[in-house]
């Protein structure tokens, strides 16, 4: 709380502090208010308005066609939520590859219309020139490394990342050029724990692991695979709290036998 007994709002500032003092950042995406509103409430310390949104709520084999007016929606519908924990918005796929000004223009069409707190885009060294600019207009950047989505068809596989040592160098170098052009944070996705480790260890940002191991500084999960709601996608990485797909089944089925039998809506559920 703060001195006026308001929530105390989780800032890249506070995320930072948390990785000098050794406590772990728990990080969960979210793309609406229902949802959103129950994780800030439970405590999370940052909702990602990911675009794995074009896996999970829109149903695309990739997140390559979500478009920025549809990260807009979801992440106007999460800030709605949040009174507590930091909301960070990835730029999606198309709005800032190659070119830093349209790069800038895309965070600040996140911020400005949606209130978030921050922003990801995935990438490195290539990226960097964005970065900076983005940076330089005051809205703070989390960059992605080791397994990037945006870029599934270059590399045709979904494998763990860096296993090879030049590619753990590169990544490693890449990890360095993202920290100095003033990201405030980073996420490796799917890459060898020691790796995730070194990389945490070097770097003075917090560095927030998906598949990275437990050597890293948080840990983000997707909430749709978190809860169990996807059901085919179960990678050695995925700690599932709930199968919430088998018991919304279940409930569903309820529901739709006491329609049909009549039990629903009985004399105390009518007017
Ligand atoms: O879009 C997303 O859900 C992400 C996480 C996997 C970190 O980028």
């Given at each position: 709380?703060?001195?006026?007994?308001?929530?105390?709002?989780?800032?890249?500032?506070?995320?930072?502090?948390?990785k000098?003092?050794?406590?772990?950042?728990?990080?969960?995406t979210?793309?609406d208010?229902?949802?959103?509103?129950i994780?800030?409430?439970?405590?999370?310390d940052?909702?990602?308005?990911?675009?794995?949104?074009?896996?999970?709520?829109?149903?695309?084999?990739?997140?390559?066609p979500?478009?920025?007016?549809?990260?807009?929606?979801?992440?106007?519908?999460?800030?709605?939520?949040?009174?507590?924990?930091?909301?960070?918005?990835?730029?999606?796929?198309?709005?800032?590859q190659?070119?830093?000004?349209?790069?800038?223009?895309?965070?600040?069409?996140?911020?400005?219309?949606?209130?978030?707190?921050?922003i990801?885009?995935?990438?490195g060294?290539?990226?960097s020139?964005?970065?900076?600019?983005i940076?330089?207009?005051?809205?703070?950047?989390m960059?992605?490394?080791?397994?990037?989505?945006?870029?599934?068809?270059?590399?045709?596989?979904?494998?763990?990342?860096?296993?090879?040592?030049?590619?753990?160098?590169?990544?490693?170098?890449?990890?360095?050029?993202?920290?100095?052009?003033?990201?405030?944070?980073?996420?490796?996705?799917?890459?060898?724990a020691?790796?995730?480790g070194?990389?945490?260890?070097?770097?003075?940002?917090?560095?927030?692991?998906?598949?990275?191991?437990?050597?890293?500084?948080?840990?983000?999960?997707?909430?749709?695979?978190m809860?169990?709601?996807?059901?085919?996608?179960?990678?050695?990485?995925?700690?599932?709290?709930?199968?919430?797909?088998?018991?919304?089944?279940?409930?569903?089925?309820?529901?739709?036998?006491?329609?049909?039998?009549?039990?629903?809506?009985?004399?105390?559920?009518?007017?």
């Amino acid at each position: 709380m703060s001195i006026h007994g308001e929530i105390k709002r989780v800032t890249s500032h506070t995320l930072q502090s948390m990785k000098d003092k050794g406590e772990k950042i728990s990080m969960l995406t979210a793309y609406d208010y229902s949802m959103a509103k129950i994780l800030d409430d439970a405590g999370i310390d940052v909702l990602l308005v990911g675009d794995s949104a074009s896996n999970v709520m829109a149903g695309h084999e990739t997140t390559l066609p979500i478009t920025l007016d549809q990260m807009i929606y979801h992440a106007q519908s999460v800030i709605r939520a949040c009174q507590r924990c930091l909301v960070i918005v990835d730029l999606p796929f198309g709005t800032y590859q190659g070119n830093s000004k349209e790069a800038l223009n895309s965070a600040i069409r996140i911020m400005k219309e949606t209130g978030a707190h921050a922003i990801k885009l995935e990438g490195g060294e290539e990226v960097s020139e964005s970065i900076k600019r983005i940076v330089g207009a005051g809205v703070p950047v989390m960059g992605h490394l080791g397994l990037t989505p945006q870029s599934i068809y270059k590399f045709g596989t979904y494998s763990v990342r860096a296993k090879e040592e030049e590619e753990a160098e590169i990544l490693m170098h890449n990890a360095r050029v993202l920290q100095d052009a003033g990201c405030f944070s980073l996420v490796l996705e799917k890459i060898p724990a020691t790796l995730g480790g070194e990389v945490a260890k070097e770097l003075r940002i917090p560095v927030i692991g998906i598949g990275a191991g437990m050597h890293v500084d948080g840990q983000v999960l997707v909430m749709h695979d978190m809860l169990g709601i996807t059901k085919n996608f179960s990678p050695r990485f995925l700690r599932r709290y709930l199968n919430l797909y088998d018991e919304i089944t279940e409930a569903t089925k309820s529901y739709i036998r006491d329609v049909k039998s009549k039990d629903f809506p009985n004399e105390k559920e009518q007017y």
